[in-house]
């Protein structure tokens, strides 16, 4: 694999206070690579805050007495663009974890489905009592 070029990293509370903070960080990591196209910055950075925002949204806590942490930690190779979004303390999402194609009047489905419009690959996984999302994104050429 090639060598990571740029990486920031963002670990707080589910709150809505924590976009703000990933903004920052997106930010701060687009200034470290600015050889990024300005249209990959603006996919891949939508589809970050899209996932952090569903966790602070929608996750759930596996124990009463722990709230849900976010996690995103972001990388940027000559070849590849990544974000790992993590929902620490979390139950397991429920439901699906595909996007659907909701009718108009539903906003279930819709988060997954933009999500995987604007990256190359989603995949999930749950390690140790977290959920896992990988966000990929090969650049323009």
Known sequence: ????LAERSFRG???????????????GLWNDAPFVEAMDQMTFTTA??????NIVQHALPAEA???VELGVDI???????QARV???YAKPPLGQLEPGTPDEDSESGRGL?????LVTTVTFERQDGTNIWILSKSPQA
Request: hydrophobic share 50%.
């Open 1 to 4: 694999m090639t060598e990571v």
């Open 13 to 27: 509370l589910a709150e809505a206070e924590a976009i703000e903070s990933v903004h920052d960080e997106l930010d």
């Open 48 to 53: 970050v805050i899209e996932s952090a925002s």
């Open 65 to 67: 007495q722990r709230p």
């Open 75 to 81: 990388s940027v190779r000559s070849t590849l663009l």
């Open 86 to 88: 993590s929902a620490f």
């Open 113 to 117: 489905a933009l999500i995987e419009a």
